[in-house]
Nanobody, 121 residues
Framework: QVQLVESGGGLVQDGGSLRLNCRASGSSVSVRTMGWYRQAPGKQRELVATSASGGSPNYGDFVKGRFTTSRDNAKNTVYLQMNSLKPEDTAVYYC???????????????WGQGTRVTVSS
């Protein structure tokens, strides 16, 4: 199985920035798609940014150039640089990966426990 370890959430002022990190760990992890989703109270979980291995990132429509995702494939790590944050960005941000391992070779979807991002007005 694959474990996703997230970090970087916190409290930031309107217009501020945060950088989220997520690392996938396991036995010889092979990651295809990796990225971020978010869920605000009373709302559905929505795409923030994902990136297939060797492909271009896929961003949610709300991002509008404010967020940038990147991957370090050697470290099985994905980053989310969030700039110009707004109060409506307040949500729990979940790391996502579609991955497999030598001990568990089937590709499946994995989720982190989430890291909370709060943007104050």
């Amino acid at each position: 199985q694959v474990q996703l370890v997230e970090s970087g959430g916190g409290l930031v002022q309107d217009g501020g920035s945060l950088r989220l990190n997520c690392r996938a760990s396991g036995s010889s992890v092979s990651v295809r798609t990796m990225g971020w989703y978010r869920q605000a109270p009373g709302k559905q979980r929505e795409l923030v940014a994902t990136s297939a291995s060797g492909g271009s990132p896929n961003y949610g429509d709300f991002v509008k150039g404010r967020f940038t995702t990147s991957r370090d494939n050697a470290k099985n790590t994905v980053y989310l640089q969030m700039n110009s944050l707004k109060p409506e960005d307040t949500a729990v941000y979940y790391c996502y990966a579609r991955a497999s391992t030598i001990l568990y070779p089937t590709y499946e979807d994995y989720w982190g426990q989430g890291t909370r991002v709060t943007v104050s007005s």
